[in-house]
């Protein structure tokens, strides 16, 4: 497990980035946090460490967003307004199964049953003062 504060939205993306080139092709990456705590901007450095560009805005009434980067395509499924593990597995069944790319699970604790056991949770708080504590699980 890792613990890592960050004090701006760059410093919190610089930590997704880090964390992305890790990260073998077919990663589950399961982000936790409430409203505004940094998860999309945590996606944004996900992104861009597998060598896309930045384009991970808030995907509000998208389930799935797809990014296309230099190692292969990464999958953000934001599970916020989703009601049932079913719609998810309908909607997205060849991405939560890629082998090629990385799937982030926005709200992954909203359906503990779509996360993969070897997932790598991602836990983001706020503490304050434009502060956030990001814990990282293998
Ligand atoms: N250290 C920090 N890390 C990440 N975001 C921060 C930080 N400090 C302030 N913020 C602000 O918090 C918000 C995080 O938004 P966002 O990433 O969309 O959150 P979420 O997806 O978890 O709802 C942004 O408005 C960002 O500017
Ligand atoms: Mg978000």
Redesign the pocket.
Known sequence: MSIFT????D??TAIGQTLAGKLPHGSTIALR?A???????FTRGLVVGWGGSDMAT?PTFTLVHEYSTQRGPVFHLDLYRADTAEEIWTAAYDELNTSNGLVIL?WADRFPELVPAEAIHVD?TDIGK???RITITP
């Not at 960050?6 to 939205?9: K, L, R």
Request: aromatic residues 0%.
């Open positions: 960050t004090a701006s939205p410093e919190t946090g409203l505004g705590a940094g998860k999309t901007c808030s926005e983001i434009g502060k956030r």
